[in-house]
């Protein structure tokens, strides 16, 4: 089947009994085989944004649609097992380094499962682990370093074919060189598959290639488009951007 846009339309989010909007009037689509990222100050609701799409929560007002389905007329499951979710902090089971990867698809096929730990850049260290594949992880992959436990639950979630992924803050554990090749390694991987990436992200660096890139500002859109223009058009971008990046990479 053919991946289909998805559309927050004038989405706005409160949590129960709240007064306030966390989220306030979000509309933007995202087309198959982007890369939308979502960068702000902490508390600009960024991860509450993505969280909507796999229906942690439900919008409150306004709809969030898969080409022309409210994804709130499909059960979780199914929507779950369209999208593939990192959360900011990698978990890993008791089990081996096998059965971790193959947790949201046991059927992965071995070809699969390579080329997920390819693109996750934790080919490398597997490989040197004596068991390899079949190396025990303990309970909350305590004997993993972090950057390692990063790689793998990225890994898994590449496991499992899906035609959204969400990278809720994944890369922000990884040092650049392992960010930027997973990010070159991923764009190669969507030109294929047509997938549909969102990635919340506090680094620049992170995120400057994406297709489009969605400046949240205490819950509202502050600015969206390339890199180039918002640097241009957008205070709150290049704020951040201000304190990140070198005068010469603001130049460039």
């Known amino acids: 089947e053919e991946n289909e846009p998805v559309t927050f339309n004038h989405v706005c989010f409160r949590y129960p009994h709240a007064e306030q909007n966390v989220l306030d009037d979000i509309s933007f689509t995202a087309k198959p085989g ?43 499951k199914d929507l779950r097992n369209h999208i593939g979710y990192i959360p900011q902090k990698g978990v890993l089971f008791s089990g081996t380094v096998e059965s971790n990867l193959k947790y949201a698809d046991e059927n992965a096929t071995d070809a699969t499962i390579e080329r997920a730990l390819e693109i996750s850049q934790a080919k490398e260290f597997v490989e040197q682990m004596p068991e390899k594949l079949d190396e025990p992880i303990s309970q909350g992959g ?3 370093s972090g950057g390692q436990k990063q ?4 890994a898994r979630a590449l496991s499992k074919k899906a035609n959204i992924y ?20 991923l764009s190669e ?9 969102f990635i919340v992200a506090q680094r620049i660096s992170t995120i400057k290639h994406a297709d489009q890139i969605i400046v949240l500002d205490k819950g509202r859109i502050a600015g969206i488009g390339k890199h180039d223009d918002l640097l241009k058009n957008c205070d709150v971008y290049r704020e951040i951007a201000k304190s990140q990046l070198s005068q010469e990479e603001l130049n460039k």
């Open 142 to 144: 305590t004997n993993v």
């Open 166 to 185: 969400i990278f809720d803050d994944t890369f922000s554990a990884l040092d650049y060189k392992t960010d930027a090749k997973l990010r070159k390694a």
């Open 189 to 197: 991987m969507i030109a294929e598959t047509k997938a549909t990436v």
């Open 34 to 76: 982007e890369t939308v990222a979502f960068i702000g100050s902490t508390g600009s609701g960024k991860s509450t944004l993505v969280n909507l799409l796999p229906r942690f929560f439900d919008v409150s007002e306004g709809s969030i649609t898969i080409g022309d389905t409210d994804i709130r007329n499909v059960t979780q």
């Open 151 to 154: 790689r793998l639950s990225i």
